[in-house]
């Protein structure tokens, strides 16, 4: 057994998973061998959440049950939305919410006690927790708001629901395939820090809802989730100072060392994320459609000048926070709403990574190497 330390356990092989695959020098992202571009502007997310949790991509028929069966879970009944309510007028953080209600509704799961080795059950609660997490989330946002939830339709695809119940009116077609297309993006990436969060409770053989309520409080870290928050929040801090964002950029870097632009750097690409380069594209799209391209012209505008810097070229580049921000806010989605949505989509991942695991379970149980005292006398309490 080796003692050498590996802190963060970088570089650490841990598992075999076939859901994703990152190349990071290269700037690839594939799922199931089928590239992030591709699944991208070719297939739905329900495609996608398929796909990681079977294998392989559904047929017409099987795509098209697979939709009605995650439409028929989306309705909460009135105790969740008490929940809900009350977490709103509590002014709880959207995240924080989210924790509570994801383990709050295995209380109205009819499978709730089912054995985790029955991975079919587990399947199941799964696919009530991706369906039910837009109403939850949509419903807290319209709360805190002062105004009614709307009820989730079947007729809806999974984004563009979201959309309609968050905003009371159905989107457009832009709208619906932009945000389709992020939700896509953020499906899964590896045994980032919430997915394996989600796989360790996993190894326990604790249920779904366990893990994902445990990949959800992994997320809420500034380390890991919130970066497109903190993006959207500096564009805005920049756009209301009325000035220039990159000599914004270049102050900030001069007079705080430590500064970093958030959204620039990832831990495993080291060259631009090839997620930010299609939400890059859907920014420009955004804002050429509204008249007001603001938002992607300043983000490009840093971007540029950490290209001009050779900035890029040592790996500070673009990750998949620097533009899902700028989408996210041009589509009317509240900025802290930002990470709940990044939850909302990485559950198809968490799931798939947590049931890919415990089909040949073994308990995660790494060590640690002990620096303390060893050998003290126990000393009396009057000795102490």
Request: charged content about 30%; aromatic content about 8%; glycine content about 8%.
């Amino acid at each position: 057994m080796s003692d050498e330390l590996k802190k963060g356990l970088e570089g650490v092989l841990v598992a075999e998973s076939s859901l994703s695959f990152i190349d990071g020098d290269a700037g690839k992202l594939v799922y199931r061998g089928y590239d992030i571009e591709d699944l991208a502007r070719e297939a739905t997310f329900e495609e996608v959440v398929y796909l990681l949790w079977n294998g392989e991509l559904p047929t017409r028929e099987e795509l098209s049950a697979f939709n009605e069966s995650m439409a028929a879970e989306r309705p909460v009944d009135d105790a969740v939305l008490d929940t809900v309510a009350a977490l709103a007028e509590a002014d709880e953080e959207p995240m924080a919410a989210l924790r509570t209600l994801v383990s709050y509704l295995s209380a109205e799961d009819p499978e709730a006690d089912a054995d985790a080795t029955d991975l079919d059950a587990s399947t199941r609660k799964g696919r009530r927790i991706t369906a039910k997490i837009p109403t939850v989330l949509a419903a807290f946002d319209r709360f805190r708001r002062g105004e009614d939830p709307v009820a989730p339709r079947d007729d809806l695809g999974h984004a563009a629901n979201f959309l309609y119940m968050l905003t009371g009116e159905e989107p457009d077609a832009v709208a619906e395939e932009t945000f389709d297309m992020a939700l896509t993006l953020h499906a899964d990436h590896g045994l980032n820090a919430s997915t394996f969060t989600a796989m360790v409770i996993g190894s326990t053989m604790a249920d779904v809802y366990s893990a994902v309520t445990g990949g959800v409080g992994a997320l809420s870290g500034p380390l890991h989730g919130g970066a497109n928050q903190d993006v959207m929040e500096l564009l805005l801090e920049i756009d209301e100072a009325g000035e220039d964002p990159v000599e914004y950029v270049k102050r900030a870097r001069e007079e705080r060392e430590d500064w970093r632009v958030p959204g620039m750097g990832h831990r495993v690409y080291s060259v631009k994320d090839p997620r930010a380069v299609i939400l890059e594209a859907k920014s420009e799209e955004l804002g050429a459609a509204s008249g007001d391209a603001k938002w992607y012209d300043m983000a490009d505008a840093i971007e540029s000048f950490f290209a001009d810097q050779g900035l890029v070229e040592k790996g500070i580049a673009p990750n998949v926070d620097f533009y899902s921000g700028t989408v996210y806010y041009q589509l009317g989605i509240p900025v802290d709403m930002f990470t709940p949505i990044f939850a909302m989509s990485r559950v198809g991942g968490w799931l798939g990574h947590t049931l890919e695991y415990q089909a040949e379970n073994r308990l995660i149980r790494p060590r640690a190497r002990y620096t303390g005292e060893k050998d003290l006398d126990f000393p009396s309490i009057d000795e102490r």
